[in-house]
């Protein structure tokens, strides 16, 4: 993805997109980036199709030590660590 700065009269400096990081398309220095980029589909960016919703989307993303996909709110530090 690359990205340039760039100074803006009246918001000072902004990072500005040279590029869309879905299909490489080189952009213009005024051309509006939103606009471009609404166009894409979410497979574009290796999601899902819209509405689908994938088989496993409930699994927790991690298990703590204690086997829940939370940790224990009542645990002190010590004891997180000693599990
Ligand atoms: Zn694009």
Known sequence: MAI??????IHGEK???TECPLCGYAFDRHE???SHIETHDPED?????LGTIPAGH???LAV???GRDHPDPEA???E???R
Do not use: K
């Open 76 to 78: 002190t530090a010590g």
């Open 80 to 82: 997180v660590l000693a």
């Open 4 to 9: 340039r700065a760039v100074n803006a009269p």
């Open 15 to 17: 990072l500005q997109l």
């Open 45 to 49: 960016a290796g999601l899902s199709p």
């Open 64 to 66: 703590t030590s204690n």
């Open 58 to 60: 409930e699994t927790p």
């Open 32 to 34: 509006s980036r939103p």
